[in-house]
Nanobody
Framework: QVQMVEFGGGLVQPGESLRLSCVAS????????VGWYRQAPGKQRELVAR????????RYLDSVKGRFTISRDNTRNTAYLQMNSLKPEDTAVYYC????????WGQGTQVTVSS
């Protein structure tokens, strides 16, 4: 069973940075579009950023453009989300998954931005 394991979250102050990592099991990672999602309390899960198989096609939620950077290392079955200039509204549990072929959701990693 394919699994996604996210880590790297934490409690930071506004303006600070975090780098999230997502490691996928299985052998399909390099073949699929990967996305980072987030879900804040009382809100629906939303797609924050996505990256194509080779990394050439990258898209972001408008509210994170210029602050977040998604990347991937297919040799390590790992995706990253560099988050700079964090804001309180970025507080959420962050998940990764394949965009077009969802697998079971992992536990996510909590990001809390608060002064």
């Amino acid at each position: 069973q394919v699994q996604m394991v996210e880590f790297g979250g934490g409690l930071v102050q506004p303006g600070e940075s975090l780098r999230l990592s997502c490691v996928a099991s299985g052998s399909i990672f390099s073949e699929l579009i990967v996305g980072w999602y987030r879900q804040a309390p009382g809100k629906q899960r939303e797609l924050v950023a996505r990256i194509s198989r080779g990394g050439a096609d990258i898209r972001y939620l408008d509210s994170v453009k210029g602050r977040f950077t998604i990347s991937r290392d297919n040799t390590r079955n790992t995706a990253y989300l560099q988050m700079n200039s964090l804001k309180p509204e970025d507080t959420a549990v962050y998940y990764c998954n394949y965009v077009d072929d969802h697998v079971s959701w992992g536990q996510g990693t909590q990001v809390t931005v608060s002064s």
